[in-house]
């Protein structure tokens, strides 16, 4: 199927450390989405990519989508415990495929 | 309370034994979608309404499973003799139209002995 890749699987940081996570497709995407799902919870949408070499910052969070659309990329600028969680990235269409994630873990 | 509701929160069942979950969408959203999540994996799309009409379903929904959404409004997903393989968090989310992002409820944990 259409898949989407996530690298990398686990990524430990001390906290105040960055934090980057990236995902990948063969194919090209229409758009992207990212969600975070902390321990025992469930996914909360965090943002929407749409167009080619689009840039988004939510505070401390950025997002980039590839040139190519193929690619995007979640960057966390000086990690907080508060930031523990699997991050997903989800390819749309008429429903979303979700990569593996990427578990973040915070060592205060 | 205007996200998206989940019943039962978990659900232990024999083998072989039918069980059905329901989600109560956010109500202005047309589309719900159903998820099943297992540890350490991302969710996996099982299928999908708008409004009454069911318009896709993946190839991991067997025939055990059928889900409906009359009216449009709530859905239920029922798996028949389920089996150990079964046991996971299933997921509902809606959200309004297709480019748009998911609310996603807290899902129902089925545990198959």
């Known amino acids: 199927g259409q898949q989407v890749m996530q690298i990398p699987q686990y990524q430990h940081v001390q906290e105040g450390e960055d934090f980057t996570t990236y995902c990948n497709s063969s194919?090209?995407?229409?758009?992207i989405q990212w969600y975070k799902q902390r321990p025992g919870g469930h996914p909360v949408f965090l943002i929407q990519?749409?167009?080619?070499?689009e840039v988004k910052k939510q505070k401390r969070l950025t997002f980039q989508f590839g040139e190519a659309k193929k690619n995007s990329s979640l960057h966390i600028t000086a990690t907080q415990t508060t930031d523990v969680g699997t991050y997903f990235c989800?390819?749309?269409?008429?429903?979303?495929?979700f990569g593996g994630g990427t578990r973040l873990m915070v060592k205060p | 309370d205007t996200g998206v509701s989940q019943n039962p929160r978990h659900k232990i069942t024999k083998r072989g034994q039918n069980v059905t979950f329901r989600c109560d969408p956010i109500?202005?959203?047309?589309?719900l979608y159903w998820y099943r999540q297992t540890l350490g994996q991302g969710p996996e799309f099982l299928t999908y309404?708008?409004?009454?009409?069911?318009?896709?379903k993946s190839r991991l929904l067997s025939d055990r499973f059928s889900a409906e959404r009359p009216k449009g409004s709530f859905s239920t997903l029922e798996i028949q003799r389920t089996e150990q393989g079964d046991s996971a968090m299933y997921l509902c989310?809606?959200?309004?139209?297709?480019?748009?992002?998911?609310?996603f409820g807290s899902g129902t944990r089925l545990t198959v002995v």
């Open positions: 989310a809606s959200s309004q139209t297709q480019d748009y992002g998911y609310t």
């Open positions: 194919t090209t995407l229409s758009n």
């Open positions: 990519l749409v167009k080619s070499g």
């Open positions: 989800a390819r749309g269409g008429n429903m979303l495929t």
């Open positions: 109500s202005e959203h047309n589309r």
């Open positions: 309404f708008q409004n009454e009409a069911q318009l896709e």
